[in-house]
C-alpha cells in the first residue's frame, strides 16, 4: 500500500538524519519494494524514494549503484512530471555530484547545467534551494579544476544562505566553506 511506502521512506528519513544509514537503508529499500507493487514502475513517489535510497548509498560510498538509482529517478520524474519540473531539477543536481564523485566532471557540469536552468525557472536567485545548487556547480567546477571560477559561485552560495540566517552548523554552510578553504 502506497501508505505504507510513504511511512517506510520517512522512518528511513529520520534515522539518516540522525546518522543512522546502516538502519535507514532497509527502510529506503522496503519503500521502493512497496511504491513498485503498489503504484508501479513510474510513480513520483517511487522516484522518491529512489533519490533517498541514492543518496545513502552515495553517502556509503558505493557510488556506482548511486548513480544507477539516481539515474533511475530522474527517468521517472522526467517521464511523469516533464523535463521542466523542480524535482527533475533536484534530480539532475544529485547526478551531477555523484558523477563528480565517480570524476565524470564533463558530465557533472552537464547535469548541473540543466539543473540550474530548470531550477532559475521556479526558484529566486536568493532561494536557498537555488543557492545550493549554485554551491554545489562551484564544487564540481574546483573538482574540474576550474577553482576561481569556482570560487565565486561558493562565495556567492555562501553569502546568499547566511543572509537567510543559514549557520556554519548548517550542513550546506560547512559544505561550501570547506571547498573555499
Given at each position: 500500500h502506497p501508505e505504507i511506502a510513504?511511512?517506510?521512506?520517512?522512518?528511513?528519513?529520520?534515522?539518516?538524519?540522525?546518522?543512522?544509514?546502516?538502519?535507514?537503508?532497509?527502510?529506503?529499500?522496503?519503500a521502493v519494494a512497496a511504491y513498485e507493487r503498489s503504484l508501479g514502475g513510474d510513480h513520483p513517489n517511487l522516484a522518491t524514494s529512489?533519490?533517498?535510497?541514492?543518496?545513502?548509498?552515495?553517502a556509503e560510498g558505493a557510488l556506482?549503484?548511486?548513480?544507477?538509482?539516481y539515474a533511475r529517478s530522474l527517468r521517472i520524474r522526467e517521464k511523469v512530471l516533464g523535463d521542466q519540473h523542480p524535482s527533475v531539477a533536484e534530480s539532475?543536481?544529485?547526478?551531477?555530484?555523484?558523477?563528480?564523485?565517480?570524476?565524470?566532471y564533463d558530465d557533472a557540469l552537464k547535469m548541473c547545467k540543466k539543473c540550474l536552468r530548470?531550477?532559475?525557472?521556479?526558484?529566486a536567485k536568493?532561494?536557498?534551494?537555488?543557492?545550493?545548487?549554485?554551491?554545489?556547480?562551484?564544487?564540481?567546477?574546483?573538482?574540474?579544476?576550474?577553482?576561481?571560477?569556482?570560487?565565486?559561485?561558493l562565495q556567492e552560495a555562501l553569502s546568499g544562505l547566511q543572509q537567510k540566517g543559514f549557520t556554519e552548523t548548517h550542513v550546506w554552510i560547512a559544505k561550501f566553506s570547506k571547498h573555499l578553504d
Open positions: 510513504k511511512s517506510y521512506n520517512n522512518i528511513g528519513l529520520v534515522l539518516q538524519t540522525m546518522g543512522r544509514l546502516a538502519e535507514a537503508k532497509p527502510y529506503f529499500s522496503q529512489l533519490n533517498n535510497l541514492a543518496g545513502l548509498i552515495r556506482p549503484e548511486s548513480r544507477d538509482l539532475y543536481n544529485n547526478m551531477a555530484l555523484v558523477l563528480c564523485d565517480l570524476g565524470e530548470i531550477s532559475s525557472q521556479y526558484y536568493d532561494h536557498p534551494e537555488y543557492l545550493n545548487y549554485r554551491g554545489n556547480f562551484g564544487i564540481i567546477l574546483s573538482a574540474h579544476g576550474r577553482k576561481e571560477e569556482a570560487r565565486g559561485y
